[in-house]
């Protein structure tokens, strides 16, 4: 049995790969990863991708496809959006499992950082088996935030908001429901959905008693992040509390909340507020990214998104990067980057 699939370039195996991550999940340990395995002249022999945690890596699923359907991968070139790991996890080392399929290249788009699990590449070159970087901005865009994580040996922190045009979180009363309209609730929730965890202060659960579920069309999405509940006091008997997946952090300091999230292999969060949690992660430098969902609503009084950060002159303003707008409904969400070198 042969395949006939039209003849890849490495650079086109490459897309092909990154397309195939993406089918993988946004959230969870591991990152997304596709793998596509050529042959002589570009034959394309198998293809996979990363599932999540515990289920086959891109590689070892590409080998596997190619096996299915009855093709010899000896000899053949594995294109894959992230290089090979060198431990055993979940799962053992895809270096291993490239080697005892006979594959005599790689090509990789992302360097892994990883402590335990990146140096793949300097392994397989051991071997004999030449291992080759291509970055591709796709591949990148895919595992910016598990990247990020690894580099920095926390979460991925996402700062998001619904705020005013004057810059209020909620009126002098305490009511911030609703601020925004249902479309950008809507698209709140589809990022939610794509991370470990949603976290936020006490002062928000008293106040709001939110349930912090990820929904989607009014139903509960199919993976639901880990909730965080950050501070001292007594919260029990809240609507958070109702789900077994919450964890309370009683503390003030962001880091112990990253630590706490890391240990329970958490790689990207939502700090959703209020005022003052914001304000303690921004003032850490801690935050990532901003999700700044603007209403054009003014109260002229109330809590600001953020209180006093220390910054006293212009020259020390927390600056983003890499802004994007997107219109929602009457609102605008505007996304920036904080992190610094990534
Ligand atoms: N518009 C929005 O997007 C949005 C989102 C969320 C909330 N809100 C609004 O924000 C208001 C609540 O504001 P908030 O500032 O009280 O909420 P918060 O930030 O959720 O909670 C503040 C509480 O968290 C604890 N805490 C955790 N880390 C802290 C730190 N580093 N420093 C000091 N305290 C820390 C303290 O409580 P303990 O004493 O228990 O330790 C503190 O009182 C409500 O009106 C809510 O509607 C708006």
């Known amino acids: 049995m042969t395949t006939a699939r039209a003849p890849l370039s490495v650079a086109a ?39 999540g945690a515990g289920t086959p890596h891109a590689e070892v699923a590409a080998i596997a496809d190619a096996r299915a359907r009855g093709v010899d991968v000896r000899g053949g070139t594995a294109v894959v959006t992230l290089e090979p790991c060198a431990h ?15 594959i005599a290249a790689v090509t990789y788009a992302v360097a892994d950082p990883g402590n335990a699990s990146g140096g793949g590449a ?30 920095l040996g926390r979460p991925y922190v996402i700062a998001k908001w619904a705020a005013t045009l004057d810059g209020r979180m909620a009126a002098a009363d305490g009511t911030s429901v609703w601020i925004t309209g249902p479309e950008a609730r809507e698209h709140a929730h589809g990022v939610r959905a794509e991370v470990d965890a949603i976290a936020v202060g006490t002062g928000t659960v008293l106040i709001d008693d939110p349930q912090l579920s990820a929904r989607a069309g009014g139903e509960d999405a199919a993976h639901q992040p ?17 789900d077994p997946n919450v964890l309370g952090v009683a503390s003030h300091d962001p880091r112990d909340v990253l630590a706490a999230l890391w240990e ?18 921004l003032r850490e430098g801690l935050v990532d990214e901003v999700h700044a969902y603007i209403a054009p609503v003014l109260l002229g009084a109330g809590p600001s998104v ?23 409904g009457a609102d605008t969400l505007v996304i920036a980057h904080l992190s610094r070198g990534f």
């Open 13 to 51: 195996a490459m897309d092909r790969a990154v397309t195939l991550a993406a089918n993988g999940p946004a959230y969870g340990p591991n990152p997304r990863v596709g793998c596509v395995i050529l042959g002589a002249e570009g034959a394309e022999l198998g293809e996979g991708w990363h599932r």
């Open 88 to 102: 055993t996890g979940r799962t053992g080392p895809c270096v291993d499992a490239l080697t005892q399929a006979g």
């Open 122 to 151: 300097t392994v397989l070159e051991e071997r004999g088996i030449p291992a080759t970087l291509m970055e591709h901005a796709g591949a990148s865009a895919l595992t910016h935030r598990w990247l990020t994580a690894m580099r």
């Open 226 to 242: 880990l909730r965080v509940v950050i501070g001292h006091r007594d919260t029990s008997g809240r609507r958070v509390w109702r």
């Open 264 to 281: 329970r292999e958490v790689r990207a969060v939502v700090v959703e507020g209020g005022p003052t949690v914001l304000s303690a992660f």
């Open 306 to 328: 953020v209180d006093d950060l220390g910054i006293g002159t212009m020259k020390d303003a927390l600056r983003g990067e890499h802004v994007n707008f997107q219109p929602l």
